[in-house]
């Protein structure tokens, strides 16, 4: 008498089939995580820079107001800037990497600052304009302040 094995043959992967699936599937996984690690760091620079973009901004901002409603005196060996009314003395403290206005910081990193009368260059005296650069971390951002005068002054002067 002859037995007869019934064969079920299930249909499944090989191993070597699946292995070439998780390597092909690991290649790609990896390459996604280098992307995303690219994309995060460019989005962060980004941010680094716009923030930095908008504290020169508001420095400039705050400046311009102060300079045209006030007198300007600097002092350049504590460089300080004193603008001064008839009310108030607003006072700026150029450090290293910040300014300090009254109790204010503005995050801004400045590399020169020339101040101006009557369009001459001028010292510890008072001014009626004034050039601020920025470093190379602000893209050298330049910030010229001039005060508004009015033809009364061009007449008495």
Not at 16 to 31: D, F, Q, T, Y
Not at 36 to 51: H, V
Not at 96 to 112: G, P, S, W
Not at 123 to 150: H, P
């Amino acid at each position: 008498m002859k037995l007869m094995w019934k064969q079920n043959k299930l249909k499944a992967f090989t191993l070597g089939e699946l292995l070439v699936v998780m390597v092909v599937s690991s290649i790609v996984i990896s390459v996604t995580f280098l992307v995303l690690d690219i994309t995060r760091k460019q989005i962060n620079k980004m941010k680094e820079n716009y923030e930095k973009k908008q504290a020169f901004l508001f420095f400039q901002t705050t400046l311009s107001r102060d300079f045209n409603l006030n007198t300007a005196f600097y002092h350049v060996k504590e460089k300080r800037l004193n603008l001064m009314n008839t009310k108030d003395t607003i006072q700026y403290l150029f450090l290293d990497k910040v300014v300090l206005r009254n109790q204010d910081t503005f995050h801004v990193e400045l590399v020169k600052i020339v101040l101006f009368l009557d369009g001459k260059i001028v010292t510890d005296k008072s001014s009626d304009a004034i050039l601020i650069e920025a470093s190379n971390s602000f893209a050298q951002q330049k910030l010229f302040v001039q005060q508004r005068k009015d033809a009364a002054y061009y007449i008495n002067n």
